[in-house]
Nanobody, 123 residues
């Protein structure tokens, strides 16, 4: 099973940018669709963005459309999330995960999660 390690979070002000990184060890990165999720305190984990294997098509939740960019480097088994124009409501712990499309939604395919990386956006 793949091991996922997220990094790059921090404390920023509204309007600032951050780039999150997820390094993946173990099998499957090149053959998996990958995505980012986030979980705010007291809320359920929610989908943020996904990127397909091979042709790298990207998909985004409405609330990050136009602000976040997901990308991947298969030579490094690394997933990225460039976050611009951050808002206080983006405050959450961010996780990467193998994903799959189901019923028009992107859902987590893997069952083992990393520790996540905390993003805090002050007003």
């Amino acid at each position: 099973q793949a091991r996922l390690v997220e990094s790059g979070g921090g404390l920023v002000q509204a309007g600032d940018s951050l780039t999150l990184t997820c390094t993946v060890s173990g099998p499957g990165f090149r053959t998996d669709d990958m995505g980012w999720f986030r979980q705010a305190p007291g809320k359920e984990r929610e989908y943020v963005a996904a990127i397909r294997r091979r042709f790298f098509q990207t998909y985004y939740a409405d609330f990050v459309m136009g602000r976040f960019t997901i990308s991947r480097d298969d030579t490094k088994s690394t997933l990225y999330l460039q976050m611009n124009s951050l808002k206080p409501e983006d405050t959450a712990t961010y996780y990467c995960q193998q994903v799959m499309s189901a019923g028009g939604r992107w859902i987590a395919k893997g069952s083992s999660w990393g520790q996540g990386t905390q993003v805090t956006v002050s007003a």
